[in-house]
Every structure is written in C-alpha cells, then in structure tokens.
C-alpha cells in the first residue's frame, strides 16, 4: 500500500507509528478570495495544497505528514470585489498557533507552513514567534516566492502580483477548465506613484486595496499567461520545495 501523506486519511494508530520515524508535518494555508474576472477564488488554497502535495510525493520515506490546508486567510484588502471572505490576522495566528500546539503534543517538533497568499505572511511570522516562545517548535515558513528564479526568466508583465502572468499560467496548468478565457482581462494598473511600484522595489511601501490599484482585482498581465509557463514553474517550484522540506527533515538527525 502506498505511503499515506495526509493527516486527515491516517487513523490514530499510523500517526502515532509515523511521529516516531519523522518529526516534520506541513501545513498549507490559502485564502479565499477574488481572483480577477477569470480565476477562481480558491486559488489559492489549491495551489498551496498542491504544491505541498506534489512536492512530499518526491520524496523518500518515511514521508512528512500533510495537515488540512487552512481555507482562509487574511485578505481584507480583496473585500472590494465579490467573493472575498477575510478572515482577521489575530483569527488565523490563533489557528495556526492552536494548531501548532495540538501536533507538537502527538510528536511533530517542526511545522513547515506554505502560504499561497502574499497576505499571510506577517501573520505566519508573528504565529511562528508565539509558537517558538510558547512551545520550543521549529517553524519554517515559505511561500511562491520560491518559484522567483522562474518568474524572472518566464514572466514578462511589470507589478505581476496578483492574478497576473503568474498566477494564470500555473492555473491553467493544473486547472484549465476553471479559467474563464472570455474574462480574462486586459492590462490596467494605476498606482499613486511610480515610485510605489511593486515592480521597481519601491521605495517606500503602503498599505493597499486591490480596488483602488486597478478596477479589474488584477495585477500583472494575465493576457501574456500560458500553460506552459505554468508547467515550468510547477515543476520548478515544486523540486525546490521538495528540496527545503528534505533539509529540515534532515535537520532532526543532528
Ligand atoms: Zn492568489
């Protein structure tokens, strides 16, 4: 029988034999939120999880043990557009914290937490703080920045941030069918000041609603998205986080 990866498709015993050989599980967190005109909005979280997924099936046993992806996350700077649903950055740094502690008492010493959303990620670093101060747990944190290399290479559009080149091509990777191709819109971004730009690493940073960067709820080109690209960032990004989960399961034989 093939190795079980998933926390929620193990029973109690298995867990509890599994905790004994590897002292790592992964969380995926998403959020659910618009995603442009085109996307859907669980982008996120399915990209998370699959990511995760792909990425522990690359590797040897005894294989890291993957929890339930967290669904929500903090995305009130989304709520201008239909089918965000936000959750508050105290409400998800209490899960992951409650979360964190429940798996260190069954004998996972290290959480490794992937977020799909940009906008999660002050809030994991605050969690992981908490959960080091209060438990001794190891966190480690990484999100689709790791795909970067690739994105430098393959991406053209400027300020690609959200449902852009990027995300569309690793959608219509994996989910073609859910890209709606008659939405997909053009171009159109209107930052206060080029200086603010996400693409010339601005200067000085603001805090921003989607809504009032662009009409579209997108950032980036989605018209320049291919499902080639797609592939070749998946499976980049996918080898890499195979990569950084070895190393810190690698780590607990010091
Ligand atoms: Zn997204």
């Given at each position: 029988m093939e190795e079980k990866i998933r926390w929620g498709e193990m029973n109690r015993w298995e867990l509890e034999q599994r905790a004994k050989l590897v002292k790592t599980t992964i969380l995926p967190i998403g959020s659910l939120e618009q995603h442009g005109p085109h996307l859907p909005l669980d982008t996120d979280s399915f990209d998370a999880e699959y990511i995760v997924e792909e990425a522990v099936k690359r590797l040897d046993s005894p294989k890291p043990v993957i929890l339930p992806t967290i669904p929500y996350g903090v995305s009130d700077h989304h709520m201008g557009f239909p089918g965000t649903v936000t959750i508050d950055p105290k409400t998800l740094e209490d899960i992951i914290i409650n979360i964190g502690r429940s798996v260190i008492q069954h004998g996972f010493i290290k959480l490794f937490i992937l977020t799909g959303h940009g906008g999660n990620e002050a809030t994991i670093k605050t969690a992981a703080r908490r959960l080091k101060k209060e438990t001794g747990m190891d966190v480690y944190m990484d999100s689709f920045d790791l795909m970067d290399p690739e994105k430098k290479e393959l991406i053209e559009s400027e300020n690609d941030m959200h449902a852009g080149e990027f995300e569309t091509s690793l959608v219509l990777a994996v989910r073609e069918k859910l890209v709606d191709e008659r939405t997909v819109p053009k171009k159109e971004m209107n930052f206060?000041?080029?200086?603010?730009?996400?693409e010339h690493e601005p200067e000085f940073s603001f805090a921003w609603n989607t809504h009032e960067l662009t009409r579209t709820g997108v950032l980036g080109d989605p018209t320049k998205a291919s499902k080639e690209k797609g592939e070749k960032l998946w499976d980049a990004g996918i080898e890499r986080l195979k990569m950084r989960i070895k190393t810190v399961i690698d780590l607990e034989r010091n």
């Open positions: 206060p000041d080029s200086k603010l730009e996400f």
